[in-house]
């Protein structure tokens, strides 16, 4: 599975994710060996791997990873 691939507006896919929030990922993972074609759009920016983003602490409570706006 290619993760990097740019989108491609002719390109028809079999399934479109919208969101890569925890049951999103789980429903493309579960595709993942399926052959199907699958595009998965974020709003969202890359977040770096860092060992923080592991941290309850840090994502719910400061807020690391939420946009800016977000109800969380």
Not at 26 to 48: C, Q, V
């Amino acid at each position: 599975m290619d993760t990097n691939k740019k989108w491609n507006s002719d390109e028809i896919y079999d399934f479109l994710i919208i969101g890569s929030g925890m049951g999103r990922s789980s429903i493309a993972h579960a595709l993942k060996d399926s052959g199907a074609s699958i595009l998965m759009i974020e709003r969202g920016g890359f977040i770096k791997q860092e060992k923080e983003n592991w941290s309850l602490d840090e994502i719910v409570r400061k807020k690391k990873i939420c946009p800016p706006g977000s109800l969380v």
